[in-house]
């Protein structure tokens, strides 16, 4: 079974300081690990994902996340926040399986920057 | 290429109404995903897709609730006799293939059950 855990529904940081978004996931098999982002009253946008390779992936708009196997772990950074990073975050976990594959969301981070 | 569409965006239903959700994947994507979002909560998977076939429909409650993806048009949530538990962010992504993982999402549509 996999399950996805995001450490603090909420994250404030100032302008220009670093983002650090915590995910931790559980997985039977390799796992395939996604960030999202969600602005207000739209859909889930892909900010970056790890499948195989490199264990630092680069994402959009200056953030990355490291895959962290040892510490089942898939953290989210941006060395200095923008007011437009403010949005809710979501990290997710999938894995195929004989009917395709599954994803697991976390229940989200919302990051609030302060000017 | 436009992205996935989802109509209507806000729907509001009175209890024992039909709720029915629109979704039309990506152009070339063949593969369907239903998430229920309730407030303050992450997504929950719902149903997965292909045209004319369901795939997996764990996450579907076993009342109520049957999502269809005809060979023509686009997939349907139906949710019948909708009660206020209802009352959720229903969002639909699409993929190309069922081995890829990159999801495509929609931008929602917002269920209001009065």
């Known amino acids: 079974a996999q399950s996805v855990t995001q450490l603090g529904s909420h994250v404030s940081v100032s302008e220009g300081a670093l983002v650090l978004l915590r995910c931790n996931y559980s997985?039977?098999?390799?796992?395939?690990l996604f960030w999202y982002v969600q602005y207000p009253n739209q859909g889930l946008q892909l900010l970056l994902k790890?499948?195989?390779?490199?264990?630092l992936v680069k994402g959009i708009n200056g953030f990355e996340a490291e895959f962290k196997k040892s510490e089942t772990s898939f953290h989210l950074t941006k060395p200095s926040a923008h007011m437009s990073d403010a949005a809710e975050y979501f990290c997710a976990v999938s894995s195929s399986g004989t009917g395709g594959f599954k994803t697991i969301f976390g229940a989200g981070t919302r990051l609030f920057v302060k000017a | 290429n436009a992205g996935v569409m989802q109509n209507p965006r806000h729907l509001v239903r009175r209890r024992g109404q039909e709720a029915r959700l629109r979704c039309s994947p990506m152009k070339g994507h063949s593969h369907v995903y239903w998430y229920r979002q309730l407030p303050e909560e992450g997504l929950k998977f719902m149903v997965y897709?292909?045209?004319?076939?369901?795939?997996?429909e764990s996450g579907m409650p076993k009342e109520r609730f049957s999502a269809e993806f005809p060979k023509e048009g686009p997939s349907i949530l139906r949710i019948q006799q909708v009660v206020r538990g209802d009352s959720a962010a229903y969002f639909c992504?699409?993929?190309?293939?069922?081995?890829?993982?990159?999801?495509?999402f929609g931008p929602g549509t917002r269920l209001t059950v009065t």
């Open positions: 997985s039977s098999v390799p796992p395939y």
């Open positions: 790890y499948t195989t390779g490199a264990t």
């Open positions: 897709l292909q045209k004319e076939n369901i795939i997996d």
């Open positions: 992504a699409s993929s190309p293939r069922w081995e890829t993982y990159e999801q495509y």
